[in-house]
């Protein structure tokens, strides 16, 4: 068993005992009251009262007892009021309540005083001005802490209706029934007292019991406070009155108390109950006062407190414009700045904080005044860097602070390229580590992707490319793998996405920016440009698409088309030679051929043919895997197919290269296959200056004559017949697509050769698969007889 | 309005200083650190005597001197014959500890070393705590001169 339960024990013990006494008691008063033995109930009353003059319990434990006698006294005050309100004659409550002052216990004395008092001046409002006052004087009484806290608190409680709000020059209808200046007068005495017994319980008890006790005054603090909240409550305390005699005291009664935890809690309270017109009035002496503070305070909890304030206030929308006069900014960022020079072992976490909410200040109040949120995070950088503070991890209390201040410029001005102009921002950013700082640059780049900010100038590139730049190049701060993070693929893809806000109307000026943009993300190394620079490609490709058709001879336009031509081959070229890709490359490449071809520009045709001859290397040198070849043919076939616009001389090389590139695959299987795909350059392929495809029918029966021949030397029995019916289909569409050179002849053999081999077949999975496809493809050709006369005629089937 | 028993005493206002200074009434005395010095018969054993106040009429605020049972007695001696309180008593002598052939250690024994710090702690809480004798030289001597002068003149302490 603890210590602490131990005590815990005893404590309910005795709370337990002592509710025992109050019930007890409680419910002889309630009896004599119903009997209408008044003074019975009265001294039953004061017995019960007596419990609370127990020095066993601790601040918990003695609320709950409080709160047990309170509900009582309760019960006896509306009692009695109803009973006196019917006779209503002054001389029996006064009586009364001269009567309960001669109990002989104080505790037990005051409490009825106050029950009876608070009876009086609800019956007798002219009486409240003269009651008030004696019963806040009387309380005097009880010097013990927290018996004198908590009766103080009752006092308060039970008062709270009764405070007179009007004002101190009001013509009173019933005399004597008081004006603010009571209620003033009355909290303020109760509050310097209360506040007077909280500190003094610092002092009770031995010294090594001093964190207990500070916990326990902790607890009780509310007391004190509930007596700021009644002041605030008060609707008649006037500005000038707050300015001049309300705010001045209170800080009196905190500074000289000397004590933090008391102060503390005071100035924080301060803030949050009083209006905020009350505060801008008295800043300059609110914040003088701060500075006479105990060493122990936590200022920059109450500056931080009083700041958001403000902030909050003159930023809401309703609020009309604050008066020049209050010079807000200056006034709290020299505070701030006091602060930090004043406090030598100040955490920098807590330096980041003080700067986050002058941040806030200037950019939420003070939006076009970009040099106030400047100075501010000059002021933070200038700040870290004398307390060396660097390397700062994100998720530290230093970092995440530092992020959050980052972040604010941001989310308020919604517009990443004046978040660039204030120029130590970066500054800013300087202390976190690599993965802070790159945290810190994707949030600015989401932002700007979110809002759709464009990017028009080269100015405008600069700036943001600036604050990103941990991004955009190896860092010397940098994790070895950090390739490899997830967080890296994901900041990069943000950096690619920068290239879709580059958006000016003038093509020209765009291609610049993008050439421009082009040259920062191609320093990124190679894992870098793997992801930032395609997009790059794509834009060029638009913009080329997207270029104004020629008037006339327009050597400029030929000139510029080609020089973008230039950059994306430059771009593409990269990729292969520092970012050591190939099949992306391969595609952007034939991509390339596609768009020139549909542009029309005076070099077109040479473009064209450098773009495919650039792929087709690539297909040569560095795709080997034999199935990325197959598809890569294919798709150079189809692209091909698409160009229109090289003359014979150029076209010849190329197709011959790609049957070639086929023909020398490793597998004979693949061989077959690629052969076949590029049969259709000959039949589908067409030149500059012919209007038609070319149809080729000789060469391309060549073509597949090579590949049924190259097909025979397979000698695996189930490839050779997949290879066979393969090229079966590929001479059927051939044929009815028109191709005279396909004769039935050629049909018939294939057809034979196909139904001898399926006889002659091992059965299995694969087997059956393959004979189904040959018997679907026997039974389309056919239903082909009815279309075709000459088939009917020779076909042997 | 009300009668003259019950009548209202005009008072004072406190001053600041007043209402939040400390309370002078801040006394602790912790007798701890037991040390026995010699050896074989000439051994004695005292104790530190650690002392905190703010009260007027102490004149040092922190004091900390080593104190044997004997020194104690004295004390005891000085205040019965000079000041009118009834001085509380002392723990045992225990004559039996002292006699030879013991199996234990006697008056030496750490059991019985810690069970008369207790009471010694009492016993100087107590007596300190007393106006009166707060009053009377012998205990300032005591509390917080390094070494008693036993040929010093007995005598009152006015308090500043």
């Known amino acids: 068993m603890t210590m602490t339960d131990a005590t815990s024990i005893e404590q309910e013990r005795a709370l337990d005992a002592a509710s025992k006494v109050v019930k007890a008691e409680a419910f002889e008063m309630k009896r004599s009251l119903d009997k209408g033995k008044r003074m019975d109930a009265l001294k039953h009353a004061s017995a019960m009262l007596a419990e609370l003059k127990s020095s066993l319990l601790t601040p918990k434990y003695y609320y709950r007892l409080y709160v047990d006698v309170i509900q009582e006294l309760n019960h006896l005050e509306s009692f009695l009021k109803d009973e006196l309100e019917k006779e209503l004659k002054q001389e029996t409550i006064a009586e009364l309540y001269e009567q309960v002052q001669y109990a002989q216990s104080i505790i037990p004395r005051m409490y009825l005083m106050i029950t009876m008092g608070v009876i009086y001046m609800k019956l007798f409002p002219k009486m409240k001005s003269e009651l008030l006052n004696d019963l806040v004087e009387m309380t005097r009484g009880v010097q013990h802490p927290l018996r004198g806290l908590f009766l103080r608190h009752y006092l308060l409680g039970v008062s709270k209706s009764l405070l007179p709000d009007l004002p101190e020059d009001a013509q009173l209808a019933i005399p004597g029934s008081g004006t603010v200046r009571d209620s003033i007068d009355f909290i303020k005495l109760n509050f310097s007292e209360m506040n007077k017994l909280w500190v003094?319980?610092?002092?009770?008890?031995?010294?090594?019991?001093?964190?207990?006790?500070?916990?326990?005054?902790?607890?009780?603090?509310?007391?004190?406070?509930?007596?700021?909240?009644?002041?605030?409550?008060?609707q008649t305390l006037t500005q000038d009155v707050y300015v001049t005699e309300v705010l001045p005291s209170i800080l009196e009664q905190v500074v000289s108390c000397r004590d933090p935890i008391s102060q503390e809690y005071l100035m924080d309270c301060v803030i949050q109950v009083f209006a905020d017109e009350f505060h801008l009035a008295t800043l300059n002496e609110f914040l003088a006062s701060c500075k006479e503070l105990a060493q122990e305070v936590h200022i920059k909890n109450v500056l931080i407190a009083l700041i958001e304030r403000i902030s909050t206030y003159v930023s809401h929308p309703d609020t009309p414009g604050i008066s020049e006069d209050i010079r807000l900014f200056e006034i709290f960022s020299s505070q701030a700045e006091g602060l930090i020079q004043s406090r030598s072992d100040m955490p920098p976490e807590d330096i980041v904080s003080l700067h986050v909410t002058l941040v806030s200040l200037a950019v939420r109040c003070y939006r076009d005044k970009l040099e106030y949120a400047n100075t501010v995070f000059a002021s933070l950088a200038n700040n870290l860097q004398d307390k060396n503070v660097d390397n700062v991890e994100q998720y530290s209390a230093v970092g995440k602070e530092l992020l959050r201040v980052l972040r604010i410029p941001v989310d308020e001005y919604k517009d990443a390229l004046r978040v660039a102009l204030l120029t130590d921002y970066a500054r800013a950013m300087a202390p976190l580590n690599y993965r802070g700082r790159c945290t810190a640059a994707s949030y600015?780049?989401?932002?700007?992707?979110?809002?759709?900010?464009?990017?028009?100038?080269?100015e405008d590139v600069d700036a943001i490319c600036l604050l990103i730049d941990c991004l955009l190049t190896d860092q010397p701060d940098q994790p070895a793998d950090t390739p490899e993070t997830e967080e890296f693929t994901d900041e990069q893809d943000l950096v690619a996405s920068m290239v879709h806000l580059v958006q000016v109307d003038d093509k020209d000026a765009q291609f610049l920016l993008l050439n421009g943009l082009r040259k920062r993300f191609g320093a990124g190394g190679k894992w870098r440009i793997r992801q930032t620079l395609p997009p790059i490609i794509f834009s060029l490709y638009q913009l080329i698409l997207a270029y104004p058709a020629p008037e006339g001879d327009d050597s400029a336009r030929d000139a510029k088309l080609k020089k973008m031509f230039m950059c994306v081959m430059g771009t593409i070229g990269a990729l292969v030679n520092s970012g050591e890709l190939s099949q992306l490359p391969y595609n952007l490449y034939l991509e390339g051929a596609i768009v020139a071809n549909r542009v029309s520009f005076e070099e077109k045709a040479v473009v064209v043919y450098e773009l495919l001859s650039k792929a087709l290397s690539v297909l040569e040198d560095e795709i080997a895997d034999s199935r990325e070849r197959l598809s890569a043919l294919a798709v150079v076939t189809n692209t091909l197919i698409k160009i229109d616009c090289l003359p014979n001389d150029n076209w010849e090389p190329l197709a011959s290269q790609v049957i070639l590139a086929g023909a020398k695959m490793f597998k004979k299987p693949d061989q077959v296959r690629a052969l076949c795909s590029s049969s259709y350059l000959y039949w589908k392929g067409r030149v500059d200056g012919s209007a038609e495809p070319m149809r080729d029918g000789g060469r391309v029966c060549d073509v597949l004559k090579k590949a049924v021949k190259i097909a025979s030397q397979c000698m695996e029995p189930l490839v050779q017949q997949q290879l066979l019916i393969h090229l079966l289909n590929h001479y059927m569409h051939l044929y009815e697509d028109g191709c005279d050179k396909i004769t039935p002849e050629i049909l018939n053999e294939l057809i034979s050769r196909t139904r001898d081999a399926s006889v002659q077949i091992e059965p299995s999975q694969e087997a059956d698969n393959i004979e189904k496809h040959l018997q679907h493809t026997l039974q389309y050709i056919r239903e082909a007889r009815e279309k075709h006369a000459d088939l009917a005629e020779h076909l042997q089937i | 309005m009300t009668s003259t028993?019950?009548?209202?005493?005009?008072?004072?206002?406190?001053?600041?200083?007043?209402?939040?200074?400390?309370?002078?009434?801040?006394?602790?005395?912790?007798?701890?650190?037991?040390?026995?010095?010699g050896v074989g018969k000439m051994r004695y054993t005292d104790y530190e005597i650690r002392m905190r106040t703010n009260l007027p009429v102490f004149k040092q605020k922190e004091s900390n001197v080593r104190r044997r049972y004997s020194d104690f007695e004295w004390l005891r001696g000085e205040l019965e014959r000079d000041s009118k309180i009834v001085v509380p008593g002392?723990?045992?002598?225990?004559?039996k500890r002292q006699l030879p052939f013991r199996s234990d250690d006697g008056i030496f024994e750490e059991e019985f070393i810690e069970n008369r710090r207790k009471g010694l702690e009492q016993f100087i809480n107590k007596v300190a705590g007393h106006p009166l004798a707060q009053n009377e030289r012998s205990l300032h001597i005591f509390l917080q001169e390094t070494y008693i002068d036993r040929n010093y003149v007995p005598g009152k302490i006015r308090s500043a």
């Open chain 1, 200 to 234: 003094r319980m610092q002092h009770q008890g031995p010294s090594r019991e001093k964190e207990k006790r500070e916990r326990e005054r902790m607890e009780l603090r509310i007391l004190v406070g509930t007596n700021l909240v009644r002041l605030a409550e008060l």
């Open chain 1, 444 to 458: 600015i780049l989401q932002d700007m992707i979110q809002m759709d900010t464009p990017l028009k100038t080269e």
């Open chain 2, 5 to 37: 028993a019950t009548q209202r005493i005009p008072s004072k206002r406190q001053t600041l200083d007043e209402a939040y200074a400390p309370p002078a009434n801040f006394l602790e005395i912790e007798v701890v650190n037991p040390i026995t010095h």
């Open chain 2, 90 to 95: 002392l723990p045992g002598k225990s004559f």
